[in-house]
């Protein structure tokens, strides 16, 4: 019998609901599908993008508006379209970021704003944004900076920084104190022209000098009318169905059930039905944990569990109650009732500011989470330990009560409840006069992140005294269940609140909670430390309440509740001198030219493009091995399933099967064996994405594992597994310097990688074209000529043949230089087999388990100096984990070496790079190009020299860094060097020496929470690598006057294309809006060089130029009378050639490294941070309070731009420097697979206050109108948030009696924050020793 004769419900339903006011009927819909899938492929909306797939980006973020009959209100709900079942949405209207408006009809305000105020860079995650704020303010029109803020923790970008996003919807909010555009003439604030948005920024600016990099008075004022209305269809059928539903799919049936007595009889009928509410667990186990739920049952709208009481003894919740009710609902008693009834309340809204995102939490409900009985669930333990009643119910036995005590949760992922019952509700008690509730939590990162530990305690004392009558401990991530530290609980009972209590506690708890070296998760000591720390946060925080005995003032830090003021800055640049010709847009902050496109969904990623007849889609085969034989390779199941076409292997490769970015070292498909996991093996070919993966998971590889599995760059020395040469830069005489130096340090230093994530995930798109082996690669790459090159060469055809063709991609970070290439050479190939159009875009976990990232760096330093802080000699040896193939990683290392003197001149250096082979993905370019891990390892050791001559790190940079006329260790002489300038500005725009007193003064005064501050100046060399030093242009003119221009450099959203039209609008002396530049592409432009390294305005600007450059000569013989339009109508009839080609070469750049003779670089940019940090000693969070940051980038072509970049980068270093963990276990498989685990950083992460000048008077003479490149050089700044953290763990260590120089490795992770403050409590649970047990993850 199938599930959909099982159920005894009768026969199959229409799903019904609208779109952006259109209604859709399905008679066939598939449950499996999430709304996501069925808006992009069922109705072409491509609006929402996939960014993740598991709720974790936003990217999806579409408005989902229901009636509610009984409150006779539409509620307007955020929700993630990628886990919302399609099924889930029957009876709802949804608005998706196409329906709110577009550059066609009429934009919506909230489309506009982000656009104008530089907010989308590469535009990917901007619908999702739209979406989030569009729904804040159909719920608030004038919501306040925190609502604005908070609505914003589910999504994520990695371009902007956010501050631009921030700050542009702040003119909606109260903060702004602006109509928001609702007056009718305008704005309220017009002619502030972003002020007060920028920030004050002070006197003692030139008047040159500006603070608006947009307009106020250019915002369209918001018009609710525009607002999509509500189907009234929908308000008449009072938003749910009287019968049952039944939708029945392939694979699932999802039932809707009329009644609440129906779910308990399919649930005794049918035990193994999974009830379906927020989906936001099981759209997560079925996309990413390979489990199957035949049969859904979907209670979620049904009233039985879905209401709020207030009883005596507290609220009673239906268990289908969404977490956002729940908290709205606690907020609302806080309010109302007494403050000690609502203790219990208050924690758990404190809790849920940092429970996922508000998408997350508008769908998911307090049964869904109980019941997953997830170990790090955050509400579990706060229900433990508060001794929540749960009413339960089933069709045999009626309801019955459950008390959620130490018995709930018998073992991982159960509970007492049958698999017949149903949980109905939950009794949230008020809290008595003497008893104290308070609730932690500590992740990775602080918003929209899962717990590491999180813990909830309870004490109820004897009345009038402080002598303990009940304690409840739990506790989440120390055991495969919440666990409730019972002992500890008994032992404490009749226990005085007094400071002898703590020991005891501490000791019983370790007992309680033991973790063995090995267990899965990790971070066992941190994990163990966090059970005492947050113990001795409850225990200081009731002694305060409890007023029996002060807690001392320097104590009161540990307890302190976390608070965040709205983010705040100012951006500060050079105007455009005062004859600048109107049209002539260069060196103004225009805004990005697609952006307004990608605010409304109508710009087109490579997945946007429509399907194209006959297209089918590929899943791919990859390696679960690390390093193994392949035996067998058995599709024989695969081919059996439905939809599939064929499958694809290393036997079907027409032209090489080598292949390989710089040299040939790879396989398009692996053959005999495989050196990573993750390497592509074979792909299938089906109808759908749906069936090509699932068919793809059934294809049989059987290997023999091989020896030596080298992971770790130790065990790549241990084998001596190196790819050659070893590169080294000497200079001077190290020997005698170490002589003559008064002090010697030595050590060593780790930081890891990082992953890209871009938000668009690889995708190509592949059209055989069947004449002569032709063949249209449409890709996010930013590497063109290497798309088409190796495709050819697996085709084995010439290169004529292939024409890859690039429009925009959703990010790259140097990820989609060379790495995008493996996808699109086996799409290639799979197209030739069956020579049909062939599609892939990865999932996020295949993305980030294929390819490689930025390469973890090993450092190990001597460094020699003077007591005076001179430092007279660097010998620094570099290991950088390549993964398993070569890729770019020997320019990487170089580009390393030649950074690792900082921003210093130092007269003797030896730099060795190794780079080494490993048996992982392959490591790559990424924005830095080894110079973050240079300057890590430079600033570190600098630090050091500092605190070992007892000398103010200030001080010791300032004696060591570079002037101008100074060699640098590659014999480079600096000209034209910004540096000093930059240092001074930025210390006394920041205030340095008042803040570095003030934050002493902070530290003295509190002995749980420490600030620190750092300021971090960087030099950056420009420059290609070798024959990359080149560029090309096209451009045509048309006969109407419009100009298309055509060049090497690919988008990704740092604005290349725009820039481009800049520089062709000045040299062409048109308006912008006359020129237009539509895609990349090889048959356009040949030969083009990868866009990266900061320098495609370089390059790409002067080929523009130049070929501006002749038309412009070419029309000149006509330019006496008339306009453009004339003299370009006058040339075409006088028969003048209007296309010309312009083409670029950097000169005077060659380097020889073995005899460090020549010039690597082309010219530097130069920079400086200073940022403060506070952390908490007691758990390793930390906040960025204070960024402040003078960055030169020459002649600004367009500060906005620029300044977005700058931003960008910063908050993707400081992601590199702090978050981000790559998480890889001993064999060599990547845990941290997507948002769930990776965190880059998120709105609430930036700095509270962050101010950027760009430098003013400092043109560049060596590149396009002497402007600078600018896209990477800014990410090292964010260094000094490391150092600033550094700098306030060593005054923790100081208040606990540890003097000197300490190692912390890169990121500075919360975990290694907390371990660095030693105190009593990372005393109590020393690490194991290494080697007595196997870890159960390594570090690369
Ligand atoms: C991106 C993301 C971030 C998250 N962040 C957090 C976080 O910070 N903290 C945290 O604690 N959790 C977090 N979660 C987990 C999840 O969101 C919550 O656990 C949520 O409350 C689950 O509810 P749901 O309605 O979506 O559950 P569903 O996925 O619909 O169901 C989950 C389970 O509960 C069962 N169930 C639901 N209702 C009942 C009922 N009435 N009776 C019996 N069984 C029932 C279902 O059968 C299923 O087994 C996150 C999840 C995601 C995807
Ligand atoms: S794609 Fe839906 S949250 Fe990332
Ligand atoms: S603009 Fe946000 S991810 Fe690119």
Same mark, same amino acid.
């Given at each position: 019998?199938?599930?959909?004769?099982?159920?005894?419900?009768?026969?199959?339903?229409?799903?019904?609901?609208?779109?952006?006011?259109?209604?859709?009927?399905?008679?066939?819909?598939?449950?499996?599908?999430?709304?996501?899938?069925?808006?992009?492929?069922?109705?072409?909306?491509?609006?929402?993008?996939?960014?993740?797939?598991?709720?974790?980006?936003?990217?999806?973020?579409?408005?989902?508006?229901?009636?509610?009959?009984?409150?006779?209100?539409?509620?307007?709900?955020?929700?993630?379209?990628?886990?919302?079942?399609?099924?889930?949405?029957?009876?709802?209207?949804?608005?998706?970021?196409?329906?709110?408006?577009?550059?066609?009809?009429?934009?919506?305000?909230?489309?506009?704003?982000?656009?104008?105020?530089?907010?989308?860079?590469?535009?990917?995650?901007?619908?999702?944004?739209?979406?989030?704020?569009?729904?804040?303010?159909?719920?608030?029109?004038?919501?306040?900076?925190?609502?604005?803020?908070?609505?914003?923790?589910?999504?994520?970008?990695?371009?902007?920084?956010?501050?631009?996003?921030?700050?542009?919807?702040?003119?909606?909010?109260?903060?702004?104190?602006?109509?928001?555009?609702?007056?009718?003439?305008?704005?309220?604030?017009?002619?502030?022209?972003?002020?007060?948005?920028?920030?004050?920024?002070?006197?003692?600016?030139?008047?040159?000098? =500006?603070?608006?990099?947009?307009?106020?008075?250019?915002?369209?004022?918001?018009?609710?009318?525009?607002?999509?209305?509500?189907?009234?269809?929908?308000?008449?059928?009072?938003?749910?169905?009287?019968?049952?539903?039944?939708?029945?799919?392939?694979?699932?049936?999802?039932?809707?059930?009329?009644?609440?007595?129906?779910?308990?009889?399919?649930?005794?009928?049918?035990?193994?039905?999974?009830?379906?509410?927020?989906?936001?667990?099981?759209?997560?186990?079925?996309?990413?944990?390979?489990?199957?739920?035949?049969?859904?049952?979907?209670?979620?709208?049904?009233?039985?569990?879905?209401?709020?009481?207030?009883?005596?003894?507290?609220?009673?919740?239906?268990?289908?109650?969404?977490?956002?009710?729940?908290?709205?609902?606690?907020?609302?008693?806080?309010?109302?009732?007494?403050?000690?009834?609502?203790?219990?309340?208050?924690?758990?809204?404190?809790?849920?500011?940092?429970?996922?995102?508000?998408?997350?939490?508008?769908?998911?409900?307090?049964?869904?989470?109980?019941?997953?009985?997830?170990?790090?669930?955050?509400?579990?333990?706060?229900?433990?330990?508060?001794?929540?009643?749960?009413?339960?119910?089933?069709? %045999?036995?009626?309801?019955?009560?459950?008390?959620?005590?130490?018995? +709930?949760?018998?073992?991982?992922?159960?509970?007492?409840?049958?698999?017949?019952?149903?949980?109905?509700?939950?009794?949230?008690?008020?809290?008595?006069?003497?008893?104290?509730?308070?609730?932690?939590?500590?992740?990775?990162?602080?918003?929209?992140?899962?717990?590491?530990?999180?813990?909830?305690?309870?004490? %109820?004392?004897?009345?009038?005294?402080?002598?303990? %009558?009940?304690?409840?401990?739990?506790?989440?991530?120390?055991?495969?269940?919440?666990?409730?530290?019972?002992?500890?609980?008994?032992?404490?009972?009749?226990?005085?609140?007094?400071?002898?209590?703590?020991?005891?506690?501490?000791?019983?708890?370790?007992?309680?909670?033991?973790?063995?070296?090995?267990?899965?998760?990790?971070?066992?000591?941190?994990?163990?430390?966090?059970?005492?720390?947050?113990?001795?946060?409850?225990?200081?925080?009731?002694?305060?309440?409890?007023?029996?005995?002060?807690?001392?003032?320097?104590?009161?830090?540990?307890?302190?509740?976390?608070?965040?003021?709205?983010?705040?800055?100012?951006?500060?640049?050079?105007?455009?001198?005062?004859?600048?010709?109107?049209?002539?847009?260069?060196?103004?902050?225009?805004?990005?030219?697609?952006?307004?496109?990608?605010?409304?969904?109508?710009?087109?990623?490579?997945?946007?493009?429509?399907?194209?007849?006959?297209?089918?889609?590929?899943?791919?085969?990859?390696?679960?091995?690390?390093?193994?034989?392949?035996?067998?390779?058995?599709?024989?199941?695969?081919?059996?399933?439905?939809?599939?076409?064929?499958?694809?292997?290393?036997?079907?490769?027409?032209?090489?099967?080598?292949?390989?970015?710089?040299?040939?070292?790879?396989?398009? +498909?692996?053959?005999?064996?495989?050196?990573?996991?993750?390497?592509?093996?074979?792909?299938?070919?089906?109808?759908?994405?749906?069936?090509?993966?699932?068919?793809?998971?059934?294809?049989?590889?059987?290997?023999?594992?091989?020896?030596?599995?080298?992971?770790?760059?130790?065990?790549?020395?241990?084998?001596?597994?190196?790819?050659?040469?070893?590169?080294?830069?000497?200079?001077?005489?190290?020997?005698?310097?170490?002589?003559?130096?008064?002090?010697?340090?030595?050590?060593?230093?780790?930081?890891?990688?990082?992953?890209?994530?871009?938000?668009?995930?690889? !995708?190509?798109?592949?059209?055989?074209?069947?004449?002569?082996?032709?063949?249209?690669?449409?890709?996010?790459?930013?590497?063109?000529?290497?798309?088409?090159?190796?495709?050819?060469?697996?085709?084995?055809?010439?290169?004529?043949?292939?024409?890859?063709?690039?429009?925009?991609?959703?990010?790259?970070?140097?990820?989609?230089?060379?790495?995008?290439?493996?996808?699109?050479?086996?799409?290639?190939?799979?197209?030739?087999?069956?020579?049909?159009?062939?599609?892939?875009?990865?999932?996020?976990?295949?993305?980030?388990?294929?390819?490689?990232?930025?390469?973890?760096?090993?450092?190990?330093?001597?460094?020699?100096?003077?007591?005076?802080?001179?430092?007279?000699?660097?010998?620094?040896?570099?290991?950088?984990?390549?993964?398993?193939?070569?890729?770019?990683?020997?320019?990487?290392?170089?580009?390393?070496?030649?950074?690792?003197?900082?921003?210093?001149?130092?007269?003797?250096?030896?730099?060795?790079?190794?780079?080494?082979?490993?048996?992982?993905?392959?490591?790559?370019?990424?924005?830095?190009?080894?110079?973050?891990?240079?300057?890590?390892?430079?600033?570190?050791?600098?630090?050091?020299?500092?605190?070992?001559?007892?000398?103010? %790190?200030?001080?010791?940079?300032?004696?060591?860094?570079?002037?101008?006329?100074?060699?640098?260790?590659?014999?480079?002489?600096?000209?034209?060097?910004?540096?000093?300038?930059?240092?001074?500005?930025?210390?006394?725009?920041?205030?340095?020496?008042?803040?570095?007193?003030?934050?002493?003064?902070?530290?003295?005064?509190?002995?749980?929470?420490?600030?620190?501050?750092?300021?971090?100046?960087?030099?950056?060399?420009?420059?290609?690598?070798?024959?990359?030093?080149?560029?090309?242009?096209?451009?045509?003119?048309?006969?109407?006057?419009?100009?298309?221009?055509?060049?090497?450099?690919?988008?990704?959203?740092?604005?290349?294309?725009?820039?481009?039209?800049?520089?062709?609008?000045?040299?062409?002396?048109?308006?912008?809006?006359?020129?237009?530049?539509?895609?990349?592409?090889?048959?356009?432009?040949?030969?083009?060089?990868?866009?990266?390294?900061?320098?495609?305005?370089?390059?790409?600007?002067?080929?523009?130029?130049?070929?501006?450059?002749?038309?412009?000569?070419?029309?000149?013989?006509?330019?006496?009378?008339?306009?453009?339009?004339?003299?370009?109508? !006058?040339?075409?009839?006088?028969?003048?050639?209007?296309?010309?080609?312009?083409?670029?070469?950097?000169?005077?750049?060659?380097?020889?490294?073995?005899?460090?003779?020549?010039?690597?670089?082309?010219?530097?940019?130069?920079?400086?941070?200073?940022?403060?940090?506070?952390?908490?000693?007691?758990?390793?969070?930390?906040?960025?309070?204070?960024?402040?940051?003078?960055?030169?980038?020459?002649?600004?072509?367009?500060?906005?731009?620029?300044?977005?970049?700058?931003?960008?980068?910063?908050?993707?270093?400081?992601?590199?420097?702090?978050?981000?963990?790559?998480?890889?276990?001993?064999?060599?498989?990547?845990? =941290?697979?997507?948002?769930?685990?990776?965190?880059?950083?998120?709105?609430?992460?930036?700095?509270?206050?962050?101010?950027?000048?760009?430098?003013?008077?400092?043109?560049?003479?060596?590149?396009?109108?002497?402007?600078?490149?600018?896209?990477?050089?800014?990410?090292?700044?964010?260094?000094?948030?490391? +150092?600033?953290?550094?700098?306030?763990?060593?005054?923790?260590?100081?208040?606990?009696?540890?003097?000197?120089?300490?190692?912390?490795?890169?990121?500075?992770?919360?975990?290694?924050?907390?371990?660095?403050?030693?105190?009593?409590?990372?005393?109590?649970?020393?690490?194991?020793?290494?080697? =007595?047990?196997?870890?159960?993850?390594?570090?690369?």
């Amino acid at each position: 019998m199938t599930e959909m004769e099982t159920t005894g419900v009768g026969a199959k339903s229409d799903l019904v609901f609208f779109v952006n006011g259109r209604k859709v009927v399905d008679q066939d819909v598939d449950p499996e599908m999430t709304l996501l899938t069925y808006l992009r492929k069922n109705l072409r909306l491509t609006g929402a993008k996939l960014g993740c797939g598991e709720g974790g980006c936003g990217a999806c973020t579409v408005m989902v508006s229901r009636y509610n009959p009984t409150q006779r209100k539409v509620f307007h709900l955020a929700v993630n379209a990628c886990l919302a079942p399609i099924c889930s949405l029957h009876g709802a209207a949804v608005t998706t970021v196409e329906g709110i408006g577009s550059t066609r009809t009429r934009l919506h305000p909230v489309q506009e704003r982000i656009a104008k105020a530089h907010g989308s860079q590469c535009g990917f995650c901007t619908p999702g944004i739209v979406m989030s704020v569009h729904t804040l303010l159909r719920n608030h029109p004038t919501p306040n900076m925190e609502q604005l803020e908070s609505t914003l923790q589910g999504n994520l970008c990695r371009c902007t920084g956010y501050r631009p996003i921030l700050e542009g919807y702040s003119s909606f909010t109260k903060f702004y104190g602006c109509c928001g555009g609702m007056v009718s003439n305008g704005c309220c604030r017009d002619g502030q022209n972003g002020q007060a948005a920028n920030g004050n920024i002070g006197n003692g600016w030139d008047e040159k000098v =500006s603070k608006e990099l947009f307009q106020v008075s250019e915002f369209m004022p918001v018009d609710p009318t525009q607002d999509p209305i509500f189907p009234p269809e929908l308000m008449k059928a009072g938003g749910n169905d009287e019968t049952t539903l039944k939708f029945v799919g392939e694979r699932v049936t999802w039932i809707k059930p009329a009644t609440f007595k129906e779910v308990l009889e399919l649930k005794t009928k049918l035990a193994h039905a999974k009830l379906v509410v927020g989906n936001s667990e099981i759209g997560v186990e079925v996309k990413f944990k390979n489990c199957d739920y035949p049969l859904i049952i979907a209670p979620g709208h049904l009233p039985e569990i879905n209401f709020h009481r207030y009883t005596e003894h507290g609220i009673s919740f239906g268990a289908g109650c969404t977490i956002t009710y729940l908290n709205d609902t606690l907020a609302e008693a806080i309010d109302t009732l007494p403050e000690h009834q609502t203790r219990l309340f208050a924690a758990i809204v404190e809790m849920l500011r940092w429970f996922a995102g508000h998408q997350i939490r508008n769908v998911g409900c307090i049964g869904g989470n109980i019941l997953t009985a997830s170990p790090i669930s955050d509400l579990n333990p706060i229900f433990l330990s508060a001794g929540c009643t749960m009413t339960v119910m089933s069709h %045999q036995v009626g309801s019955r009560l459950i008390k959620m005590d130490h018995t +709930f949760f018998p073992g991982y992922r159960k509970t007492a409840l049958t698999p017949e019952e149903v949980m109905v509700s939950l009794d949230v008690p008020f809290t008595k006069g003497n008893e104290y509730f308070l609730a932690y939590k500590q992740a990775r990162r602080r918003d929209d992140d899962i717990a590491i530990v999180n813990a909830a305690f309870r004490v %109820q004392f004897e009345e009038g005294t402080n002598v303990i %009558q009940d304690i409840a401990l739990s506790f989440g991530g120390m055991a495969p269940t919440t666990v409730m530290a019972r002992n500890t609980a008994n032992r404490l009972i009749g226990w005085k609140w007094d400071n002898d209590l703590l020991p005891e506690a501490c000791s019983c708890l370790e007992d309680d909670l033991p973790l063995p070296p090995s267990v899965p998760g990790g971070m066992v000591e941190f994990h163990r430390t966090l059970t005492t720390s947050f113990f001795f946060k409850f225990f200081l925080s009731v002694q305060q309440k409890l007023s029996l005995k002060d807690v001392p003032p320097p104590y009161r830090s540990a307890y302190s509740l976390y608070h965040r003021e709205p983010s705040q800055g100012t951006q500060i640049y050079q105007e455009v001198p005062k004859g600048q010709a109107r049209d002539d847009a260069v060196g103004r902050p225009i805004m990005h030219l697609s952006a307004l496109k990608q605010a409304t969904g109508e710009a087109v990623y490579t997945d946007d493009m429509p399907h194209i007849q006959g297209e089918l889609y590929l899943g791919l085969v990859i390696s679960k091995k690390a390093h193994a034989k392949i035996v067998s390779i058995d599709p024989s199941e695969a081919l059996k399933m439905p939809g599939v076409e064929t499958f694809v292997s290393a036997e079907d490769v027409p032209g090489s099967n080598i292949t390989g970015p710089v040299v040939m070292d790879e396989e398009v +498909f692996a053959t005999e064996k495989v050196t990573c996991v993750g390497k592509i093996v074979g792909a299938v070919l089906a109808d759908t994405q749906a069936h090509a993966q699932r068919a793809a998971k059934a294809v049989v590889v059987q290997y023999e594992d091989m020896e030596p599995k080298i992971i770790s760059v130790e065990d790549a020395i241990l084998h001596q597994s190196f790819f050659h040469p070893i590169s080294k830069i000497e200079k001077g005489n190290l020997e005698e310097a170490f002589e003559k130096a008064d002090q010697i340090i030595e050590g060593e230093l780790r930081i890891g990688g990082q992953e890209h994530f871009y938000l668009e995930t690889c !995708a190509a798109i592949v059209v055989p074209h069947g004449e002569d082996g032709e063949m249209e690669i449409f890709c996010s790459t930013q590497n063109p000529t290497k798309t088409q090159m190796l495709a050819a060469k697996a085709q084995g055809v010439p290169a004529n043949r292939v024409v890859c063709r690039v429009k925009r991609m959703g990010g790259a970070f140097g990820g989609k230089e060379t790495q995008s290439c493996a996808i699109s050479s086996v799409c290639a190939v799979a197209a030739h087999k069956v020579q049909r159009p062939v599609r892939i875009m990865l999932d996020r976990d295949e993305d980030m388990v294929i390819t490689g990232t930025r390469h973890p760096f090993l450092g190990r330093y001597k460094v020699g100096f003077m007591s005076d802080g001179r430092v007279l000699a660097l010998d620094i040896t570099l290991y950088s984990n390549a993964g398993n193939s070569l890729d770019m990683s020997q320019y990487v290392m170089e580009s390393a070496l030649l950074r690792s003197d900082g921003a210093y001149t130092i007269p003797n250096v030896r730099a060795l790079g190794y780079v080494c082979r490993t048996n992982t993905a392959s490591n790559t370019s990424f924005r830095g190009f080894g110079a973050p891990q240079a300057i890590f390892f430079a600033e570190s050791w600098i630090s050091d020299v500092a605190i070992k001559c007892g000398i103010s %790190q200030l001080k010791v940079r300032e004696i060591n860094m570079h002037r101008e006329g100074d060699v640098t260790h590659y014999n480079m002489t600096l000209e034209g060097c910004q540096l000093q300038r930059c240092w001074e500005e930025c210390l006394k725009q920041s205030d340095f020496l008042t803040r570095r007193r003030q934050v002493d003064g902070f530290n003295g005064e509190n002995r749980w929470k420490k600030r620190g501050l750092a300021a971090i100046p960087i030099k950056y060399g420009i420059v290609f690598i070798g024959t990359q030093n080149q560029a090309g242009a096209l451009v045509h003119v048309y006969t109407d006057g419009s100009v298309l221009v055509t060049h090497g450099g690919t988008e990704m959203g740092q604005g290349l294309h725009t820039k481009m039209v800049q520089v062709a609008g000045r040299v062409l002396k048109i308006p912008t809006s006359r020129i237009h530049i539509s895609e990349t592409s090889t048959n356009t432009v040949p030969n083009t060089s990868p866009t990266s390294a900061s320098i495609s305005s370089d390059l790409n600007g002067m080929a523009v130029k130049i070929a501006c450059e002749t038309i412009l000569q070419r029309l000149e013989p006509y330019m006496g009378k008339g306009s453009w339009d004339d003299w370009v109508r !006058a040339a075409y009839l006088d028969r003048v050639g209007l296309s010309a080609t312009g083409f670029y070469r950097t000169p005077g750049i060659e380097y020889d490294m073995q005899k460090n003779e020549g010039r690597p670089f082309s010219y530097f940019c130069y920079g400086t941070a200073v940022s403060e940090v506070e952390i908490d000693c007691l758990t390793g969070d930390h906040t960025v309070l204070r960024t402040d940051i003078v960055m030169d980038v020459g002649s600004s072509l367009n500060p906005a731009i620029d300044i977005g970049q700058i931003e960008g980068a910063f908050v993707q270093g400081y992601g590199l420097f702090t978050l981000e963990e790559q998480v890889y276990s001993p064999d060599g498989v990547l845990y =941290s697979r997507g948002p769930g685990m990776y965190k880059i950083p998120g709105f609430a992460d930036i700095p509270i206050h962050f101010n950027v000048s760009l430098l003013r008077g400092a043109p560049n003479d060596k590149a396009i109108f002497s402007s600078k490149g600018v896209g990477e050089p800014p990410l090292l700044l964010a260094s000094s948030v490391f +150092f600033a953290i550094k700098d306030a763990i060593y005054s923790a260590r100081a208040d606990a009696g540890y003097k000197g120089t300490f190692r912390l490795d890169s990121p500075a992770t919360a975990e290694r924050i907390r371990m660095a403050c030693k105190d009593q409590f990372t005393a109590q649970f020393p690490a194991a020793e290494p080697g =007595s047990f196997t870890p159960w993850a390594i570090k690369l």
